[in-house]
């Protein structure tokens, strides 16, 4: 028998996936948030997570500031360190 896992979309390569194996993440404000349970969420995958030119593209896409991309590169960094 097959699980009904639920599927979501990579905000950055637009491939679905189980949404387990996908990051939760929200913005506000031109930041980037892990998803506090409230407001519009996306989803991003392990593979553009490490991908600096997906990151470099969502920082512009929501346009953060430098100081705010850096703690976000920052977060994911410290996401792939935990495993
Ligand atoms: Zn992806």
């Not at 194996?21 to 995958?45: V, W």
Request: glycine fraction near 6%.
């Amino acid at each position: 028998m097959q699980k009904n896992e639920p599927i979501r979309m990579c905000i950055a390569c637009r491939e679905r996936k189980p949404q387990q194996k996908l990051l939760r993440l929200q913005e506000k404000n031109s930041n980037i948030f892990p998803y506090s349970g409230q407001g519009r969420s996306f989803y991003l995958c392990s593979g553009c997570r490490e991908n600096e030119k997906k990151v470099k593209g969502l920082i512009k896409r929501f346009r953060l500031t430098s100081e705010d991309s850096e703690q976000f590169v920052k977060y994911l960094k410290e996401l792939d360190r935990n495993g």
